[in-house]
């Protein structure tokens, strides 16, 4: 169950990634902001 937490996480954050962020800034938030995500998965 987690693996597939962390696949569909990690897989939204690569499509938001692409979709929502025009600069690199916004991509090192997107990725931040999945590292979070991810962290509180895992608690």
């Keep these: 169950m987690l693996k597939k937490s962390i696949i569909a ?4 954050l690569i499509l938001s990634s692409l ?3 025009n600069t690199t ?7 931040e902001a ?10």
């Design 9 to 12: 996480i990690f897989s939204l």
């Design 25 to 31: 800034a916004g991509v090192g938030k997107d990725v």
């Design 34 to 43: 999945g590292g979070k995500a991810i962290q509180r998965s895992a608690e």
């Design 19 to 21: 979709v929502g962020c």
